[in-house]
């Protein structure tokens, strides 16, 4: 077998083998180092020369070395487990594309940095279970994606001193590590190109105003239109809970609005697409009886009838970056015992497509194209 496996031949049928062979002692032998230099690399520490590292990893991928993550979980009273806790029904969490690729990308980058995730569905801070998650330290720090307002978790993980980093933000809670999307910037840029193309009847649909997301982007609906002297009436504010069935439910209140409006802002694409179905539903057409736009850019999106102009919300990518920012608080504590706060905002880009109705409007026939954003 040993012979099979170091010519490739057989390799999954050598996995035990070589897990319960191989040692430290082994692997820096054959990589021409000394054994503290391998736990360095397995526990990613900075310190090893870039040349070291490789050839290290390249022996532990050839003999497919298995760490005992126990052992070392109580050497250096680590885990190396991240807890993941979304504050949603399940139902939301299971069905709502957004959370699969939240989800992906704090994964990714938990395997690039030798982390486990752990997706926690337990959701109040009464729960029992979760405090024992904390209590006994089943996990070495938290991501929190998204925060409620006024969250009484919050405080409790930070009394207990567990590292977190949120994927959102609070108000007024500038002592936590944050990632978020220009949700603000993003709203406006989506309102300000109805205005452009001569919408003045423009309403929203909101998401669920319990989420600092939802707020951020009503003010960016409501920044824009006022810059352009606009001030929307109050039935043209339709507060919807993310999904495609809130999104038809608010459209049908916003149909019977007079004047009905010409252009509609939903705070995502899901209750874009079910904004879109009512309105056809009555036998109006997107974009020419009204104009749509959404916000995340979900693959729906591209694929919808019209297409949906939309704002790009890079969600795998706010996930790696949430999960390594917590991370690096993780691997470097005395860099961040002073209270080293991040807080990493990415810009808002609109993707234009066919339910705005540019096309009516300035006679051209858009693709899927990338048009302003924050630098």
């Known amino acids: 077998m040993a012979?099979?496996?170091?010519?490739?031949?057989?390799?999954?049928?050598?996995?035990?083998?070589?897990?319960?062979t191989m040692t430290l002692e082994e692997i820096a032998r054959l990589a021409g180092c000394s054994r503290s230099t391998v736990s360095r690399v397995i526990n990613h520490n900075p310190n090893v020369r870039a040349e070291t590292r490789e050839?290290?990893?390249?022996?532990?991928?050839?003999?497919?070395?298995?760490?005992?993550?126990?052992?070392r979980a109580l050497a250096g009273r680590r885990s190396r487990v991240i807890g993941l806790v979304i504050p949603q029904p399940l139902s939301t969490i299971f069905t709502d594309p957004y959370f699969s690729?939240?989800?992906?990308?704090?994964?990714?980058?938990?395997?690039?940095h030798g982390y486990y995730l752990m997706l926690s569905l337990v959701l109040r801070q009464a729960?029992?279970?979760?405090?024992?998650?904390?209590?006994?330290r089943h996990m070495d720090g938290l991501l929190l994606a998204p925060p409620l307002i006024d969250d009484p978790f919050v405080p409790h993980l930070l009394n207990?001193?567990?590292p977190l980093v949120m994927i959102g933000r609070i108000p007024g809670r500038t002592d936590i590590s944050t990632v978020n999307i220009d949700n603000i910037k993003g709203a406006s840029l989506a309102t300000q190109h109805l205005l452009e193309l001569g919408y003045t009847r423009i309403a929203?649909?909101?998401?669920?105003?319990?989420l600092v997301g939802a707020l951020d982007r009503l003010e960016g609906y409501l920044c824009a239109l006022r810059e352009a002297g606009i001030e929307p009436p109050q039935e043209y504010i339709q507060e919807g809970d993310w999904s495609e069935a809130g999104g038809k439910r608010a459209m049908q209140r916003l149909l019977q609005v007079t004047p009905r409006p010409d252009a509609v802002f939903a705070a995502s694409d899901s209750m874009a697409i079910g904004a879109?179905?009512?309105?056809?539903?009555?036998?109006?057409?997107?974009?020419?009886?009204i104009a749509?736009?959404?916000?995340?850019?979900?693959?729906?999106?591209?694929?919808?009838?019209?297409?949906?102009?939309?704002?790009?919300?890079?969600?795998?990518?706010?996930?790696?970056?949430?999960?390594?920012?917590?991370?690096e608080k993780l691997e470097t504590p005395s860099t961040h015992a002073a209270g080293g706060v991040q807080h990493i905002v990415l810009p808002a880009r609109l993707i234009v497509r066919m339910s705005c109705g540019q096309a009516l409007r300035r006679g051209t026939h858009p693709t899927v194209h990338k048009n302003r954003g924050a630098s």
């Open 160 to 162: 207990k001193r567990l």
């Open 276 to 289: 879109m179905k009512a309105i056809q539903a009555t036998g109006l057409k997107v974009p020419d009886d």
């Open 127 to 136: 729960d029992d279970t979760y405090r024992w998650l904390i209590h006994a």
């Open 55 to 71: 050839r290290v990893w390249q022996i532990i991928k050839e003999q497919n070395f298995q760490p005992n993550l126990a052992a």
């Open 204 to 210: 929203t649909i909101t998401g669920a105003m319990n």
């Open 3 to 20: 012979n099979d496996a170091g010519s490739g031949c057989n390799f999954k049928q050598n996995i035990n083998q070589a897990a319960a």
């Open 292 to 327: 749509v736009v959404g916000f995340d850019d979900m693959p729906a999106a591209a694929t919808v009838d019209p297409p949906l102009t939309t704002v790009h919300h890079p969600i795998e990518r706010i996930g790696f970056l949430a999960a390594a920012a917590l991370i």
């Open 101 to 112: 690729m939240l989800i992906q990308g704090c994964a990714k980058a938990c395997d690039e």
